[in-house]
Structure formats: structure tokens, C-alpha cells
């Protein structure tokens, strides 16, 4: 891939995707994958103004290695000096960037206590989460791993794999310099504003529930809050910073009152967690919980996600993406949430967004949880969209409105 290119989608990372701010720190998770890549970003947040640039590598393949032989108290513990670093994220306040690379199925087999370990290390950190949320910038963006790159295209040598995986993510993410135009910064300005266009009109409906419906036997139902609020493409912290939190993005997303799904619903495309594939599954809801689902393969860890915490239970997002969005017609099934979720209607089992509450900065925790704002440890997106999903919208005066109709906008 030129490297003008990447230059180029790196600055959009920084400047776009975290807007790092002049005198800013900036906290870098990558694979091994791209550390030339990682390199640029470095150097375009340096060049936007950070005052201190971090990059933590992480390697998938220790990971397994780790979950072998250490017993599960010891993969659950916190220590004290990380708790002191997050400690200092929440004092400083870092642009947090994430760039995704790894293998779908790179944890695959990996054993159970893994998982539980997981679990309570997250009930750990959370508080320190909680604490910067909607206080700074983040963007979860990606570059291409030879493993992911081949699972993709097995028929491809590594080198040709990554090259066309890189071309993927480029053409997905508007900056490929030529597919939306050729600079990916003001391909991002104008695909913002329609978005956020998308969102206005469906907040003026003041809608009450969503209705779906698809061939492949979908059939549910979710009331929103009177407060609920739609999303989509960048977002502003508190202190009015905007910043593109996904790069790509193509939903427009709110949170739903956790106490109402009902139905049943279908997974459209493989959902992969933690390394691990789940196939072919589907949920039943019923007074807003989950109480029975299924997958050909991957039921155990569909069922470890779903039964997390009581709140896991629970939605937490519903996001409209038309099947003509970018991602999709480029007729990649990429095995990562970051793109599939931008290829189709999708819902997410636990934590809600409380910036989707309107007046929220003003509400403690308590009353966004009355006013039906779900709670969770976890947060995992799994698409539902298909060609012929249609999806009713009701608002607060009874009115039916067409918002989906065979899988794209109806308005």
C-alpha cells in the first residue's frame, strides 16, 4: 500500500478519529501487526499537538499462553500499579486509540477460566471506565493482520492478502483517496453531516418503539425512553471536543428502555468475541431480558456473553445501518464487529450509552437506570440486518412511520 495512503489515514486517525488536542496525551493499543503504521500515527498525533504519545503492544498468541498456566486468581488480578495507571488515565485524561488487527479465531479453544478471569477483572476496572465517560477522546480504527488477512482470502499468498485486507479497510473507512474522494478528512466532514442529518429527522418523530421484521423469522419489538436519543458518526465530550469514536461508522444508534424487547431475533452475519466465532444463533426476549438463545456453533461462549451479569441480559443499543452502506456492498464478511456492525442493522446485549439520554449530564446513575438505561460489565454488538428487514417505528402520538423498509432507509 502507498505509504501517502496510509499517511493519510493515519492523520485521519489522529485528527478525525481522536482529535487530539494541542498539549493532549494519547494512549496507542496495537498488535505487532503494522508497527510501521503504528509509527505514523505516532508521529500525526504528535504532529496535531500531543504532549506524550504511549503505545501498549499486545500479542494475541501469549495470551493463550498466559490462560494455559496461570491459575484463574492470577489471570483475574489487578495490581496496584495498574490500577495506578488507570488512575492516571482518569487525572489525564488521554485520547485512547485502538486499532484492531487480530485473528478471528485467534483464542480459539481457549479454556473457560479465561473467561471468568475476564469477568472479574472487568468489575474491577469499571469504575475507572466509568469515571472517564464522555470525558475524552477515543477511536477504535484498524490495519490489517496477516492472520486476519488470510481467513478473509485463503487463496491469496500473506503478502496479497494483507495487501487486499488493507484496501478493505481504506475503501470502508473513506480514505482510500479515491473511492469518496481524495481527501479522507473532508470525506468525514460531509459523511458526518449526513448522518447527523438521519438523526435529527428520527429524533423529530419522537418515537416510542421500534418494530422488526425479516423473512428469516426475526420478529421483535423494543420501546425507546421519552428521552432516548439518536446517534451517529463523531461525538463531543462534555468540555465540547468532537471526535469520531469508530472508524469506519455508518449507524445511527440510541439506547432503548432495557424493560421492553420482546421477540425473537437472528444473527445475519458471525459474531466473533474474544477471538472466538459464533455462528448461526439467535435470542428471545422477553420483558426486555433474554431468556433463551441458540447457535450452531459457538453456544458456550453466546451463552458466557449473555450471562456476564444481570445487565447482559439486557440491550443497551439499537443502530440502523442501511444494507447499502460500504461496507456491505463490498461483499467482504470481515469476521470483526468493528466493520460487520457497519454492515447491517445491529443491537447490542449490555451496557447502554447514557450520552443517548437526553439531559443526561444532569442525571446520576440511579435515575438513568429508572428511567430504563441498562447497566453491564460488557457491551457486544451482533447484526441482524438483512435485505428484506423492515423496521416500523411508533411515536408518542401512535403513529406508524416506515423507518426501514427491505433493508434500507424509508425515508
Not at 393 to 399: Q, R, V
Request: proline share 4%.
Amino acid at each position: 500500500m502507498k505509504k501517502t495512503i496510509l499517511r493519510q489515514y493515519a492523520r485521519l486517525i489522529a485528527t478525525m478519529g481522536g482529535n487530539v488536542q494541542k498539549g493532549q496525551d494519547v494512549m496507542i493499543n496495537a498488535s505487532l501487526d503494522q508497527p510501521e503504521f503504528v509509527q505514523m500515527l505516532v508521529e500525526e498525533c504528535y504532529r496535531a499537538g500531543a504532549r506524550k504519545v504511549r503505545v501498549d503492544w499486545g500479542y494475541p498468541a501469549l495470551t493463550k499462553v498466559h490462560a494455559r498456566w496461570q491459575k484463574e486468581k492470577v489471570l483475574a488480578e489487578v495490581t496496584e500499579w495498574e490500577k495506578a495507571r488507570m488512575q492516571e488515565m482518569v487525572d489525564r485524561l488521554p485520547v485512547r486509540i485502538f486499532l484492531a488487527s487480530d485473528d478471528p479465531d485467534g483464542l480459539k479453544g481457549i479454556n473457560r477460566k479465561f473467561f471468568g478471569a475476564m469477568q472479574k477483572r472487568a468489575a474491577i476496572m469499571k469504575p475507572y471506565r466509568d469515571a472517564i465517560d464522555n470525558k475524552h477522546q477515543w477511536c477504535i480504527a484498524a490495519v490489517p493482520g496477516e492472520a486476519w488477512a488470510k481467513k478473509l482470502y485463503p487463496q491469496l499468498s500473506r503478502h496479497q492478502a494483507v495487501e487486499q485486507l488493507w484496501k478493505d479497510i481504506l475503501l470502508t473507512s473513506r480514505a482510500d483517496g479515491v473511492t469518496f474522494g481524495a481527501d479522507p478528512v473532508e470525506n468525514w466532514v460531509k459523511h458526518n453531516e449526513d448522518l447527523k442529518e438521519r438523526c435529527k429527522y428520527l429524533n423529530a418523530l419522537d418515537l416510542r418503539k421500534l418494530c422488526y421484521r425479516s423473512a428469516n423469522g426475526t420478529d421483535f419489538t423494543v420501546e425507546l425512553m421519552p428521552e432516548s436519543r439518536f446517534h451517529g458518526g463523531s461525538d463531543f465530550t462534555l468540555s465540547g471536543v468532537e471526535f469520531n469514536p469508530n472508524i469506519p461508522s455508518e449507524e445511527a444508534f440510541t439506547s432503548p428502555d432495557r424493560r421492553t424487547a420482546e421477540g425473537i431475533v437472528y444473527s445475519t452475519k458471525p459474531l466473533s468475541y474474544q477471538g472466538q466465532l459464533i455462528e448461526n444463533f439467535w435470542v428471545r426476549f422477553h420483558e426486555g431480558r433474554a431468556v433463551e438463545w441458540g447457535a450452531e456453533k459457538g453456544k458456550e461462549v453466546l451463552e458466557y456473553i449473555i450471562t456476564m451479569d444481570e445487565g447482559s441480559h439486557y440491550l443497551g443499543e439499537v443502530a440502523l445501518v442501511p444494507k447499502e452502506s460500504p461496507i456491505n456492498t463490498s461483499g467482504v464478511l470481515f469476521y470483526n464487529t468493528l466493520f460487520d456492525e457497519n454492515a447491517a442493522c445491529h443491537l447490542a446485549l449490555g451496557a447502554g450509552f447514557n450520552e443517548c439520554v437526553e439531559g443526561f449530564e444532569n442525571l446520576t446513575e440511579e435515575a438513568l437506570a429508572e428511567k430504563g438505561l441498562n447497566d453491564s460489565l460488557t457491551h457486544v454488538d451482533f447484526m441482524i440486518g438483512s435485505d428484506d428487514l423492515s423496521i416500523d417505528g411508533i411515536t408518542a402520538s401512535g403513529e406508524t412511520v416506515a423507518i426501514f423498509k427491505d433493508g434500507t432507509w424509508a425515508f
